[in-house]
């Protein structure tokens, strides 16, 4: 990890300013990874700066300002002209415009938009390119320039039309750099290049804002390897779940058996949605409004077919992995049963769909029945013996993670994650099955795991995702 020394000056911070309605709030949130961020239809919501430092052990890496936009620009513009300074002296001119209306509520706005720019703070001046370039732009950006601190343009397209054309060279006349940026879809290598344009804006700043950057790629890198430790711990978890149910009778009736698998697939669903949780935390989504079924994939509950068909391994997957080989039993049977009762059944719509899946969840593992020449009997299922279960999991998981690590935000409301077709090809490929095999055997042996194995298994999940994101 990068160091930023005592001696060092400061983070870097930046105001983001402009027009009402432009997208500003949400540059901000995307960028301060901040879903807090008040954003809205409603010009005018925000009217006091608020500070979003993006902090990562304590420890700033650089601090953005969300602030009210410009109201009165003609109206401060004609002020400020009214001082007949040379350029050395503008951003004097600019101190005084604060201390003279501090306590005129009508200059509120262009107030609180320029106090962190005086107090230092680079600028970065949003537009929306999907509405015309218009003369009210110009006493902004000059009011900007008055300030004399170092800035940059951020185009924004909020709706379909575009006029970038004209807005660029607008822009080109007040700004040194000029960019095109989507606050709501943001990827790292995005949030990187836009950060090493801030580092270009003022030479004083270049090694502070590439301090900051080498924090932020090291902390990406973070939250990637502590994603990957969880969804490890969770397959292990899964598939090495054992439970139990005691009972009186003579012999359990298909009741209790039935009451048992529900009870086993419920504790897997609970560590599906567990782990949800824990990578949405991860990466400061832990108020993600969520549909009511917390297992959101368009209501693709784990243990349906059409999940397995999705996320599983088709019958000459499993083959080629060699997940097949060997003596099977009980619910490793059913693993082929399955798979031509599934034809034979006639799941027509799965196969002339093209669907891949050929076996369903009929049996996750077998029930062994236990003492029956004592007092208590119980019935036990567990570990997982289905071979096609881990795939499906881990799968969900993935898709889970990467949908999360990439979501801007700036994005409010119901996230819903529509599924994409060819998912399981972006991530596995037949060596990856062969090297993931070799754990998901050790994993349902049910013996006792050795941290190694878990700590290599992360990372093989680790490398997984560093090539899904
Ligand atoms: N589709 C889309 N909507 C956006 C985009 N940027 C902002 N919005 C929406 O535009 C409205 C105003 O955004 P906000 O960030 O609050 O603008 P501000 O007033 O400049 O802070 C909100 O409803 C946002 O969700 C964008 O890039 N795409
Ligand atoms: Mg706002």
Redesign the pocket.
């Known amino acids: 990890m990068p160091i930023r020394k005592e001696t060092d000056l400061d983070y870097p911070k930046f105001a983001v300013v402009?027009?009402?309605?432009?997208?500003?709030?949400?540059?901000v949130?995307s960028l301060a990874l901040d879903d807090s961020v008040?954003?809205?239809?409603t010009?005018g919501?925000?009217t006091v700066k608020r500070s979003f430092p993006l902090t990562v052990d304590g420890k700033i890496i650089y601090e953005l300002f969300?602030t009210p936009?410009f109201q009165r620009a003609r109206q401060v513009l004609a002020w400020l002209e009214q001082h007949d300074v040379s350029a050395d002296k503008k951003h004097e001119v600019v101190n005084a415009f604060i201390h003279t209306f501090k306590e005129d509520p009508k200059f509120n706005d262009e107030i609180e938009l320029l106090e962190p720019i005086m107090d230092g703070a680079g600028i970065i001046y949003?537009v929306?390119a999907s509405k015309p370039y218009g003369e009210e732009y110009e006493a902004e950006m000059e009011i900007l320039r008055w300030t004399g601190q170092p800035s940059m343009a951020l185009i924004?397209?909020?709706?379909e039309d575009d006029y970038t054309l004209e807005w660029k060279r607008a822009l080109g006349h007040y700004f040194k750099i000029v960019r095109t940026y989507?606050?709501?879809e943001i990827s790292l290598a995005q949030h990187i290049s836009i950060l090493e344009s801030m580092a270009q804006l003022k030479e004083e700043w270049t090694a502070l804002v590439k301090l900051s950057i080498g924090f932020f790629e090291h902390y990406h890198d973070e939250m990637l390897h502590r994603s990957a430790a969880v969804v490890a711990n969770a397959v292990y978890k899964a598939l090495s779940t054992v439970e139990t149910l005691t009972f009186s009778t003579q012999n359990a009736s298909d009741n209790e058996k039935k009451k048992l698998e529900e009870r086993y697939k419920n504790s897997l669903r609970s560590i599906e949605n567990q782990t949800q949780k824990r990578i949405e935390k991860i990466w400061k989504h832990e108020h993600l409004e969520k549909d009511k079924n917390p297992l959101y994939f368009e209501d693709m509950d784990l243990f349906s077919e059409e999940s397995a068909s999705v996320f599983g391994l088709t019958r000459k997957e499993l083959l080629v992995t060699g997940v097949t080989s060997g003596a099977l039993t009980g619910a490793g049977i059913d693993l082929f049963l399955a798979g031509h009762t599934f034809f034979i059944g006639g799941a027509i719509g799965a196969i002339a769909g093209g669907v891949g899946a050929y076996f369903a969840f009929n049996e996750l593992s077998e029930i062994k029945v236990f003492g029956k020449t004592l007092g208590s009997k119980y019935l036990e299922i567990g570990p997982m013996e289905n071979r096609n279960f881990p795939y499906i999991f881990l799968g969900r998981m993935l898709y889970h993670t990467s949908k999360i690590a990439n979501r801007s935000h700036?994005k409010?409301g119901l996230a819903v994650f529509e599924m994409e077709k060819g998912f399981k090809e972006r991530w596995l490929d037949d060596t990856l099955r062969k090297e993931l095999e070799k754990y998901h055997k050790i994993f349902r042996s049910g013996k006792a795991l050795d941290a190694k194995t878990l700590a290599s298994y992360e990372d093989l999940i680790y490398k997984v995702l560093q090539k899904l994101l």
């Open positions: 402009g027009h009402p309605n432009k997208g500003k709030s949400s540059i949130s008040q954003i809205s239809d010009p919501t925000t969300d936009g949003v929306d924004n397209h909020i709706d989507n606050p709501m700036a409010r």
